[in-house]
C-alpha cells in the first residue's frame, strides 16, 4: 500500500522554504474513523497536511503542534494533533455536514467552516508556557487562512495549497499539500517568480490523484529544489486504557464512589480516534480500593 510522504527542503539558492505531502491514506484512515461525510473529510483533511507540514518544523520529537478552527459554521471546531515524527490526529465537530457550491459543485468547506471565527496555533515546546498563534478566519477554506496566519502570526510571507477529492461513497481519493514560505534572504524576484507559477498551478488534489509525488509536485514550480528530508506520515492517536485509568485516578473519592454506586461502569471516548474505553464495575471497585489504600496510608 501506498504511505504517506512528506519533503521539505528549499530552494532559489535556499532564499525559500518548501514543504508538500500527500496525505491520502491517513485522511481516507480519518473518514473511517469519523465517518465523515465528503465536505468534513475536505475540511479535516486540508487541516491535518498543513498540520503534517507544520509538525516536521518542529525541532524534537517532544514538541506538539495543536492546530483548533472555528469559524461558526455548522462543521463547528476543527482539532488537530501533529508531532515531529511524522503522526498526525484530528477530528470535527460534526462529521455529517455536507455542502457543495452551486457555481463549480466542489466541495463548499469555507460554507461548512464559515468565517466567522478564529484560527489558532499551540506549540508545545517543552517550555513553560505553550506558544500560542491566533488569527481571525478569512475565509474558511483552510488554505487561504493559513497563507494569512503565517503572514501575519510568524512574519513569514507564505502561499498555502491544500485540497482533498472525495469520491460519492465518501472514499478520499487525493489528499494533501503546499507551502511555499519567504526566508529572510528572500529577494522581490523570488515573488514574482513563485507567483506566476502559482498563477497556473493546478490544485494539489488533482496532481496527487494523477500519481504525482509530494516531490514532483515541487518539481513543477522550482528546477533548483534542494531535498533536506523526507518523512512518512500517518494518523497516530497516543490515547490507550492505561492514559484513561491515569485520568480516572485523578478523581476524588467521593465522585469515583458515585461513579460505582451509580453507573456501575465507566466508558470513556477519545474524539480524536473515536476509539470507546470500557471499565466495568469491578474494575473500578479496585481503583476505588487502591486509592482509599493510599490515602490511609499518607495521612
Request: with cysteine; charged share 25%.
Amino acid at each position: 500500500m501506498k504511505k504517506d510522504l512528506l519533503v521539505r527542503g528549499v530552494a532559489r539558492n535556499s532564499r525559500v522554504r518548501v514543504l508538500a505531502c500527500d496525505t491520502t491514506e491517513l485522511t481516507n484512515y480519518a473518514q473511517e474513523r469519523h465517518q465523515l461525510w465528503p465536505v468534513a473529510s475536505a475540511a479535516l483533511g486540508r487541516t491535518m497536511s498543513v498540520g503534517c507540514m507544520m509538525g516536521s518544523m518542529l525541532k524534537s520529537d517532544n514538541e506538539k503542534i495543536t492546530i483548533q478552527i472555528n469559524g461558526g459554521g455548522p462543521i463547528g471546531t476543527i482539532m488537530v494533533d501533529a508531532y515531529a515524527n511524522g503522526n498526525v490526529r484530528g477530528f470535527v465537530a460534526d462529521p455529517e455536514v455536507h455542502f457543495v457550491y452551486n457555481d463549480t459543485g466542489k466541495l463548499a468547506v469555507g460554507v461548512a467552516v464559515g468565517n466567522n471565527g478564529y484560527l489558532k496555533v499551540i506549540k508545545d515546546l517543552s517550555l513553560k508556557q505553550p506558544w500560542i498563534g491566533q488569527v481571525e478566519l478569512q475565509t474558511g477554506e483552510i488554505g487561504e487562512d493559513f497563507s494569512y496566519y503565517f503572514t501575519v502570526s510568524e512574519q513569514t510571507p507564505s502561499a498555502v495549497s491544500v485540497g482533498v477529492l472525495v469520491d460519492p461513497d465518501n472514499h478520499v481519493i487525493a489528499s494533501g499539500g503546499l507551502i511555499i514560505q519567504m526566508l529572510p534572504e528572500a529577494l522581490e524576484e523570488d515573488i514574482i517568480y513563485i507567483e506566476e507559477k502559482l498563477e497556473t498551478f493546478p490544485p494539489v488534489s488533482t496532481l496527487i490523484s494523477e500519481g504525482k509525488s509530494p516531490l514532483e509536485m515541487i518539481e513543477l514550480i522550482f528546477d533548483d529544489f534542494q531535498l533536506l528530508e523526507q518523512r512518512n506520515l500517518k494518523f497516530e492517536c497516543n490515547c490507550s486504557r492505561d492514559r484513561c485509568l491515569k485520568v480516572l485516578s485523578t478523581l476524588q473519592l467521593d465522585d469515583l464512589k458515585q461513579m460505582i454506586d451509580e453507573d456501575h461502569k465507566c466508558d470513556m471516548y477519545c474524539e480524536f480516534c473515536s476509539t470507546t474505553y470500557h471499565f466495568d464495575e469491578d474494575e473500578l471497585v479496585l481503583l476505588y480500593e487502591k486509592r482509599l489504600e493510599n490515602e490511609k496510608q499518607h495521612s
